[in-house]
């Protein structure tokens, strides 16, 4: 672990699928806020090129190896950052998978259906409750679960299920651990970052501006919301 972690106030940060996207660029604002990056990425590989990169950038930065379908390696991040922080001041739920634009919902594929609901709900929903112990250490905690408009009701259709269903049940998570952990002081809020030119997105707006919004609400005040859902820092229909 980076010798940069010995400051007493540094603040920490996990973030799901650090490696590229959304998540390397959170990575990158937080760290230049003066976050310590722990960069959640699946494949070895790619995690200590996402750790190289942010270190290259003069970031207090640190690989471990996460994969949301497998919980012995949730339980084993959680650990790592416990022995090596012992806390974490903000967990960024951001590991996503299949945008499945060619599915309906009349004619799916079960198989793309399970594994997003494992990565995008389930997984999410493991790593907060192992990341529990941690963010009750900080003085001011907060979750951020990378959302879509996709999961919302209000724009709800027959398009994309499996993700936009894994969304639905992200944002049906964030309300209930909002409640539930808020006699804890750990504010939750889910954020849509809209249509970014990600490897998932594949075009829209650049992923500065997506990523703005997720850093926005890791950086959220004691009196900021939770059990919201946000875009730009401005609330948008559940």
Known sequence: MSDLLQEAAMKTVLI?????GLGLEAA???????FHVFAGVRNPEAGRRA??????????????????????????AADTIWHSAGQLDVLINNAAVHYDTHQRVGAPDFAIVEEALAVNTVGA???AVAALPLLRRSEAPRIVN??????????MTGTTPAYSLSKL????LTRMM?????RDGILVNAVCPGWTATDMGGGGRPVPEGARGIVWAATLP???????FFRDGKPIDW
């Open 16 to 20: 799901t699928g650090a490696n590229r």
């Open 28 to 34: 990158h604002q937080l760290g230049e806020k003066g």
């Open 51 to 76: 750790e190289a990169l942010l270190r290259g950038a003069g970031i207090a930065a640190d690989f471990v190896e996460l994969d949301m379908r497998a919980p012995e390696t949730i339980e084993a």
């Open 125 to 127: 929903w493991r790593m």
């Open 146 to 155: 990378v959302s879509s408009e996709s999961g919302a009701w209000s724009s």
């Open 169 to 172: 049940g992200l944002n049906g």
């Open 178 to 182: 909002a409640s539930e952990f808020r």
């Open 222 to 228: 004691d009196d900021g919301p939770t059990g919201g």
